[in-house]
């Protein structure tokens, strides 16, 4: 009874409107800040960035402990880690790195992939993309990356994540915004465009 007759103050209900407004115009302010910061960052970087092609930690390398593994996490079933090789899920060590001793693991595997750098699955993409031979297309591409891409890629920061971000379908992987271009190959690394198949 006593918070009915509170609330129906006018005077109440002006002090909790000017609270959420504050609270509203602070966090658009704080979310405008972060927005300007990341957008400085990315016109501050360097117009002829260079990707470390060479990966920082080796394998075979028995005086150096490996810590720690990226992967591309998403695959239901397979894996691809930062090293190329590709494993099924329940081959990942707990250092997210594929376990080099299991049969079925592989490196830069391009198992499904066509001539134009687009292959049937996500995680032999990536690890096709990894081969040090891949270096001169990426950086090609890269090169002539459009205005619009830019932003994008100059983002990555290694082989390992321009791979990852190349190989995700795209807008040349489809046709007409709903359909893919090649259904069997639509994830590519390459410089050209999935072949059109005929309806």
């Known amino acids: 009874m006593v918070v009915r007759r509170l ?3 006018r005077w109440v209900l002006g002090v909790v409107f000017g609270l959420s407004l504050i609270y509203f115009l602070t966090s658009t302010l704080k979310q405008e800040e972060r927005t300007i910061r990341d957008r400085t960052l990315l016109e501050a970087r360097d117009s002829d960035h260079r990707i470390p092609w060479k ?3 080796n394998l075979g390398n028995s005086s150096r402990q490996m810590t720690q593994c990226r992967n591309s996490i998403q695959g239901k079933t397979l894996l691809t880690d930062e090293l190329g090789y590709v494993c099924e899920r329940t081959e990942l ?12 693991t592989r490196q830069h595997l391009c198992k499904s992939c066509l001539a134009n750098g687009c292959c049937d699955v996500y995680e032999y993409c990536v690890s096709c ?9 990426l950086e090609r591409f890269l090169n002539r990356a459009a205005e ?6 100059t983002a990555v920061e290694d082989h390992f994540e321009l ?7 795209s807008s040349q992987s489809v046709q007409h915004e709903n359909t893919y271009r090649n259904p069997q190959a639509k994830y590519c690394y390459g410089e050209s465009p999935p072949e059109l198949l005929p309806i």
């Open 55 to 57: 990966i920082r930690f």
């Open 93 to 104: 060590l707990v250092n997210g790195c594929c376990n080099v001793n299991a049969p079925s």
């Open 7 to 9: 609330l129906r103050r």
């Open 163 to 169: 791979c990852l971000a190349k190989c995700r379908t």
């Open 129 to 137: 993309c990894l081969q040090p031979d891949k270096q001169p297309l």
């Open 148 to 153: 619009g891409f830019q932003n994008l890629f």
